[in-house]
């Protein structure tokens, strides 16, 4: 194409242009309508079905259009019902459109990224009381923005650190439910925590020389952590060297045990009679248990009274 003939296309894209902006200068205003972009077939937002010359028009126009409308909801709406809005704000209506259509109020929206870094700060505060050092990760996920509303940040109930946690995010209308949507985290929690000094077997009593203390990443491990500061613990399984008290590996041990010596209180009345005897099998407080004497034949039942200690009524 000539430059000449290039420069008189663009001459008469200028008047054509002049002639669309005429009225502006109009001391009407003048509204456009027109279908500009197809969503799911008749279904737009209003900013795309119409198109106001005028700023006081525009202003005007779009809250009757979207009385009582929720952010995201929709009406069906005919040319008559908008007609009948703009003449009343003075506007003389061009219409380019279709006689019926779909409007919908533009959600006023949050960031995702505003709302993850929030739930994150959440989350670390939470397990921060709970553990020496904590590192919260936005996992991979994908979340779109979150409608402007009433919100609140649902915490687990148990904040134990674990290596994927969730964060809910609770959306309402007054009283009236939106949503709830999980953001994900990945999670490190470091704290000091019991390990085995050296390999346990199963059913021996967790010693102080047997353990020490390592800094360990605790929401890595499967199993609820073990303190054995103020009760007595045993192996209930064989604990490997370098290996963390677990509930899986470690539990109370029984004050009565099997194979074990324990004392025998023998009740006559009120005669307390005291001799010697082996567990045959464990108990904890108030159970009863199969005890062999060292003197004399046979079993007997009795219940555990203490720790070593049995009584026989």
Same mark, same amino acid.
């Given at each position: 194409?000539?430059?000449?003939?290039?420069?008189?296309?663009?001459?008469?894209?200028?008047?054509?242009?002049?002639?669309?902006?005429?009225?502006?200068?109009?001391?009407?205003?003048?509204?456009?309508?027109?279908?500009?972009?197809?969503?799911?077939?008749?279904?737009?937002?209003?900013?795309?079905?119409?198109?106001?010359?005028?700023?006081?028009?525009?202003?005007?126009?779009?809250?009757?259009?979207?009385?009582?409308?929720?952010?995201?909801?929709?009406?069906?709406?005919?040319?008559?019902?908008?007609?009948?809005?703009?003449?009343?704000?003075?506007?003389?209506?061009?219409?380019?459109?279709?006689?019926?259509?779909?409007?919908?109020?533009?959600?006023?929206?949050?960031?995702?990224?505003?709302?993850?870094?929030?739930?994150?700060?959440?989350?670390?505060?939470?397990?921060?009381?709970?553990?020496?050092?904590?590192?919260?990760?936005?996992?991979?996920?994908?979340?779109?923005?979150?409608?402007?509303?009433?919100?609140?940040?649902?915490?687990?109930?148990?904040?134990?650190?674990?290596?994927?946690?969730?964060?809910?995010?609770?959306?309402?209308?007054?009283? !009236? %439910?939106? #949503?709830? /949507?999980? @953001?994900?985290?990945? +999670?490190? &929690?470091? *704290?000091?925590?019991?390990?085995?000094?050296?390999?346990?077997?199963?059913?021996?009593?967790?010693?102080?020389?047997?353990?020490?203390?390592?800094?360990?990443?605790?929401?890595?491990?499967?199993?609820?952590?073990?303190?054995?500061?103020?009760?007595?613990?045993?192996?209930?399984?064989?604990?490997?060297?370098?290996?963390?008290?677990?509930?899986?590996?470690?539990?109370?041990?029984?004050?009565? !045990? %099997?194979? #074990?010596? /324990?004392? @025998?209180?023998?009740? +006559?009345? &009120?005669? *307390?009679?005291?001799?010697?005897?082996?567990?045959?099998?464990?108990?904890?407080?108030?159970?009863?248990?199969?005890?062999?004497?060292?003197?004399?034949?046979?079993?007997?039942?009795?219940?555990?009274?203490?720790?070593?200690?049995?009584?026989?009524?």
């Amino acid at each position: 194409m000539s430059y000449g003939r290039k420069r008189t296309l663009r001459l008469l894209g200028g008047l054509c242009g002049l002639l669309l902006l005429a009225p502006v200068a109009a001391a009407e205003l003048v509204a456009h309508f027109r279908l500009a972009v197809r969503v799911d077939t008749d279904r737009v937002v209003l900013g795309e079905v119409v198109r106001l010359i005028g700023e006081d028009a525009e202003l005007w126009a779009r809250e009757p259009l979207l009385h009582r409308l929720a952010p995201g909801e929709a009406r069906q709406v005919q040319r008559s019902d908008i007609e009948r809005v703009l003449e009343k704000a003075g506007v003389a209506v061009r219409w380019r459109g279709i006689e019926s259509t779909v409007v919908q109020r533009e959600p006023v929206t949050i960031p995702a990224e505003q709302v993850v870094a929030r739930a994150q700060q959440a989350l670390e505060g939470a397990l921060r009381e709970l553990y020496q050092d904590v590192v919260v990760r936005p996992a991979r996920q994908r979340l779109q923005s979150f409608p402007v509303s009433d919100m609140a940040l649902r915490l687990p109930a148990e904040p134990t650190a674990r290596r994927r946690m969730a964060v809910f995010i609770d959306s309402f209308d007054g009283d !009236r %439910a939106l #949503q709830s /949507v999980p @953001i994900w985290f990945e +999670v490190e &929690a470091y *704290q000091s925590v019991l390990v085995a000094g050296e390999e346990i077997p199963a059913r021996t009593m967790l010693r102080p020389e047997l353990l020490k203390t390592e800094r360990r990443d605790v929401a890595a491990l499967a199993r609820p952590l073990l303190s054995v500061e103020d009760k007595s613990y045993w192996a209930v399984a064989p604990i490997a060297a370098g290996a963390a008290l677990t509930t899986a590996n470690a539990a109370p041990a029984p004050p009565v !045990r %099997a194979d #074990q010596p /324990v004392e @025998i209180v023998v009740a +006559v009345g &009120a005669v *307390q009679l005291r001799a010697q005897g082996t567990a045959l099998n464990n108990g904890f407080i108030g159970d009863e248990v199969r005890v062999a004497r060292l003197q004399g034949a046979g079993q007997v039942a009795a219940q555990v009274v203490g720790d070593g200690m049995v009584l026989v009524r």
